[in-house]
């Protein structure tokens, strides 16, 4: 453990700034322009010990950076940070007196709770549904509830490569059923090239593996080892911090080695599986996909014939539609129909839109999903 000392760094936009903290009497001020990100704190797979030897740190950004911040306390311990907004025009004494805890105890009032900034939503990058209103937030816990073979996985990497491609968002997913070679760098290849391989040249190939490289990484289970929740989660902390993810996707679920404690019942042990998801999400600012198989009951009968698949149709617990903050449900109603998407929970309506269905047709050409008919009257009312 890093031996501290009792003064305060405080990180800042610019050099002029940081000349003007040490004048006000910071210790020392580290420069960390906003595109950076978290990235301007670490040094290799951890905290740059220039950094972290401070025992108080006070993060002074602009107006704007709200999450950035909480980034970087995340990292740093938010037990020892505090943090100031630095407006234009402000005295860098005043903002040093000005800062505030960005941890404070479970009971507190509403000045001890950091400002978060204005909520910020995000498009997924699939035409029909950005064009409804559809929009992601940040953190968020989303599963995707759907039957084997019924394209969920495949939706799931467009939506991967969509936020790379849009927002910058790095991803984890985890390779269980599918090994990442040859399988998923043959679907990422041709997403992110979008046509099919064999119309790409090995420059094109080359160029997509590259990316590939620099946006996502990928969760394999050890040799002759169980995954349990807890080597899971811990895992995953590893990987957010290592490689600065924003999207972390289980796929599937099912997979995992589920142990319940004595006494337990499934439901509330995925109750507290969620939640422990759910948290991550929160620490980190992710967005946290899990993907998730219903059981064979009569769902199936009833969405073959016409019928809606809804959250509450995921295996185990009531959890997935309770805990949501986004909800999707994938399936296909036959065999030779499309494949249907019930975009079934949005948190916050008034940023996030409005639930709704399309009906899906994939492009074997790209590999990707286009919208063909959307809206809640597509669904077949049969008795």
Not at 357 to 365: E, G
Request: hydrophobic share 40%; net charge neutral.
């Amino acid at each position: 453990m890093t031996k501290r000392i009792d003064s305060m760094l405080v990180i800042v936009a610019n050099e002029q700034h940081a000349a003007q903290a040490k004048a006000a009497g910071a210790r020392a001020a580290h420069v960390l322009a906003p595109n950076m990100g978290v990235a301007g704190i670490m040094l290799g797979d951890g905290v740059s010990p220039a950094i972290d030897v401070f025992g108080r740190i006070l993060i002074a950004l602009p107006p704007g950076c709200e999450d950035l911040r909480d980034d970087i306390a995340v990292r740093l311990g938010d037990d020892r940070c505090s943090a100031s907004e630095w407006t234009a025009g402000s005295d860098a004494a005043d903002i040093m007196a000005r800062a505030k805890p960005l941890w404070s105890d479970e009971i507190s009032t509403l000045d001890d709770i950091p400002d978060p900034g204005p909520q910020k939503v995000y498009t997924t990058g699939i035409d029909g549904l950005d064009r409804h209103g559809l929009r992601l937030i940040l953190p968020a816990f989303m599963p995707v509830i759907g039957p084997y073979g019924s394209g969920k996985s495949i939706l799931i990497r467009q939506l991967l490569v969509n936020l790379w491609r849009l927002h910058g968002w790095k991803f984890l997913l985890t390779s269980f059923e599918e090994k990442v070679k040859p399988r998923y760098i043959r679907d990422f290849r041709r997403l992110l090239i979008g046509r099919a391989l064999e119309d790409c040249s090995p420059v094109e190939i080359a160029h997509a593996d590259d990316e590939l490289r620099q946006c996502g990484v990928f969760l394999r289970r050890g040799r002759n080892q169980l995954l349990d929740a807890d080597r899971l989660l811990g895992l995953l902390n590893v990987a957010v911090r290592r490689h600065d993810l924003r999207v972390v996707c289980i796929d599937p679920v099912n997979e995992i080695d589920h142990q319940l404690a004595r006494g337990e019942s499934r439901t509330d042990y995925m109750g507290r599986f969620i939640m422990r998801l759910k948290q991550l999400a929160d620490d980190y600012g992710l967005l946290v996909i899990v993907c998730a198989h219903p059981p064979k009951d009569g769902s199936e009968k009833r969405i073959a014939t016409g019928g809606l698949l809804t959250l509450n149709d995921g295996a185990d617990t009531a959890h997935w539609g309770n805990k949501a903050d986004i909800g999707w449900c994938v399936w296909r109603p036959g065999l030779t129909g499309p494949t249907r998407l019930h975009v079934d929970k949005l948190k916050d309506h008034d940023i996030m839109g409005k639930p709704t269905v399309a009906d899906l047709r994939l492009d074997p050409y790209t590999g990707r999903f286009e919208v063909n008919r959307i809206g809640y009257e597509i669904i077949e009312k049969r008795s």
